[in-house]
Every structure is written in C-alpha cells, then in structure tokens.
C-alpha cells in the first residue's frame, strides 16, 4: 500500500520554529522527487520547496527561502521541511507529493506552478500550520 503522511505541523508564534517530516512507503522513494505544497483558506495550493531524488537539489519558493530549509534521508525514505522564522502569512495546510524523476524529467524545476498536480503520483494528508502573530 502507497503511504506518503505528512506530520509535524501545529501552532506556533511568529518567528518560531517547526518541522514537518513526510514519511513515504509502499513505493521506491529514491525514483521520486519530494515536494512540499501549501494551501491558506481562500488561496489556491502552490508550492513551497523541493528536493530531487537523484543529487538532492534543493528548490525554494521566494517567499520562503532563507527561512525554510528542505532535506531527506533516504535510509528512513523521510524528506523534511525545517521551518524558522514563521510569519502568520504562512499559516496553511501543508502537504507532501512525490513526483517520478527520470534522468530528462526533474520535477522539481515546477514545483512553483501547477503542474505537480498532474506530474505527482502521490499526495499526503496534509498537516495544518497555524502561526499566530
């Protein structure tokens, strides 16, 4: 059975600190690029990082980088999303998606527009983050 669960999110002030960690099983995790996404009320889901399967390369949103850092550790087939420095504008649901990676194809390069929707094999639950001000 394809798992992909996403944990970790909660409340927390603004300039705090969390970690979302994105736990994948019932697929080979190193043939797929990990992606974190995020969706506010009202606010259609986009992309927040990335992280490709075959060298790590490591993508950010603009409104995240330099706070947000995104890493994975392929022996627990986990990717996680270190998040400092929290603004209440980043409240949302987060969600993690892997996307198949051939040596032509990254996926990571869209993570910024929609097309993960149709490129990503799986999705989490999503884990909701709630920052306050």
């Known amino acids: 059975e394809v798992q992909l669960q996403a944990s970790g999110g909660g409340l927390v002030q603004a300039g705090g600190s969390l970690r979302l960690s994105c736990a994948a099983s019932g697929f080979t995790f190193d043939d797929y690029a990990i992606g974190w996404f995020r969706q506010a009320p009202g606010k259609e889901r986009g992309g927040v990082s990335c992280?490709?399967?075959?060298?790590?390369?490591?993508y950010y949103a603009d409104s995240v980088k330099g706070r947000f850092t995104i890493s994975k550790d392929n022996a627990k087939n986990a990717v996680y999303l270190q998040m400092n420095s929290l603004k209440p504008e980043d409240t949302a649901v987060y969600y993690c998606?892997?996307?198949?990676?051939?040596?032509?194809?990254?996926?990571?390069?869209?993570?910024?527009?929609?097309?993960?929707?149709?490129?990503?094999?799986?999705w989490g639950q999503g884990t909701q983050v709630t920052v306050s001000s």
């Open positions: 998606a892997a996307a198949p990676q051939g040596q032509s194809h990254i996926p990571c390069l869209y993570f910024g527009t929609n097309k993960w929707e149709a490129l990503a094999d799986y």
């Open positions: 992280i490709s399967s075959s060298d790590s390369s490591t």
